[in-house]
């Protein structure tokens, strides 16, 4: 293909409307009209003629810094190209120069696939030295931008690893990612986990401030359903980090052996004749006189002290405090929970 070169009126030159970059930086312009006074243009600008003059194809950035510089005129290339084939030819240009944010070039390559003058993305990507991957990445990744109104500060990365998501999982992901909850090079750990998890855990992963990480929500998946809610749960409510809540969630593992019933009669006839003691005591006249404060002093000592030398309903271990260390439950919920294992024994047993 024949080129004609020339000086060209800088005015004369006007910009590409195709020009796949949406935005040049002033400083940079500025920095490059610094040198253009010193040197003059070198490299030329290539344009095609039109009746408005000399449009840019390639090498707008170059005519804005020597319009900044003031320069009278600057060399071309003129080139002979249809106006269909502008864009392809501006994107070319840029994609060679590295000269394009990733949101700009894949706007490009979705204009140039939308007008329909290519039948696969083979074809587009031979005419841009592409891989075919390449071409069906920028295409999916505007349209997905588009659709679901995806920032441009957030990484063509971080699109495509949320490929295969919901709308509305991708759109919480980002958000994360967006609140600076996740690094952008997490993405894809939570994508995994978002999409093999159970619904428990997905909701957990994805809401705001959440301390349930892919870490923690692998630990968790190995649990039963109605045993996932509950971890879910206390590693929310305790606040745990990570490296805390891996070994807390281990302990939902350990199935608990049924107590014999005359344990659990033993245990049940002790905390009710607790219960009666504690109330008779705080119900007296000169413990009423102590107030709110002295009162609850007193039941937490009291009961401390009756229930030292019991052992635990369900594992027979000793305890130290008011709970159960050995499963975090308090009493009444260790009571319950041993009932139930026991009244499920019995039925079973009939």
Not at 99 to 121: C, F, M, P, Q
Not at 140 to 153: G, P
Not at 257 to 281: D, F, G, N, S, T
Not at 293 to 319: F, M, Q, Y
């Amino acid at each position: 293909m024949k080129m004609e070169f020339k000086f060209v009126d800088v005015d004369d030159l006007v910009p590409n409307p195709f020009q796949p970059r949406e935005g040049f930086d002033k400083e940079s312009i500025g920095e490059l009209a610094d040198s253009l006074k010193s040197v003059g243009e070198i490299q030329p600008i290539i344009v095609r003629k039109n009746k408005k003059g000399y449009q840019i194809i390639a090498g707008e950035r170059r005519w804005r810094a020597a319009k900044f510089a003031k320069l009278k005129e600057v060399p071309v290339l003129i080139k002979d190209t249809a106006e269909e084939n502008v864009l392809l030819e501006s994107l070319i240009e840029n994609l060679h120069r590295l000269d394009l944010t990733s949101v700009e070039r894949e706007n490009a390559v979705h204009e140039l696939w939308k007008s329909g003058r290519w039948r696969s993305y083979a074809e587009l990507a031979k005419q841009l030295g592409k891989s075919d991957e390449w071409v069906r990445t920028n295409i999916e990744v505007a349209s997905i931008r588009r659709k679901e109104r995806i920032s441009t500060e957030i990484s063509t990365r971080a699109i495509i690893d949320t490929e295969g998501l919901a709308k509305e999982e991708r759109k919480e992901i980002i958000a994360k990612v967006e609140r600076e909850e996740i690094p952008v090079e997490r993405v894809r750990e939570y994508a995994r986990v978002v999409k093999k998890s159970s619904e428990p855990v997905r909701r957990a992963i994805l809401k705001q401030k959440s301390r349930i990480t892919p870490r923690v929500a692998d630990r968790i998946m190995e649990l039963p359903e109605k045993k996932q809610v509950e971890a879910i749960r206390q590693v929310e409510s305790l606040r745990l980090d990570e490296e805390e809540a891996i070994p807390h969630i281990e302990r939902f593992k350990i199935e608990m052996p049924l107590p014999p019933p005359e344990k659990m009669a033993e245990v049940k006839e002790r905390y009710e004749e607790l219960q009666r003691e504690i109330k008779a005591k705080l119900e007296s006249p000169e413990i009423k006189e102590r107030g709110m404060l002295g009162r609850n002093w007193l039941a937490h000592v009291t009961v401390s002290g009756a229930l030292e030398s019991l052992r635990c309903p369900i594992c027979d271990k000793d305890w130290k405090n008011l709970v159960w260390k050995c499963h975090d439950l308090n009493i009444k919920e260790a009571l319950k929970l041993a009932e139930e294992k026991y009244q499920k024994a019995v039925k079973k047993a009939k």
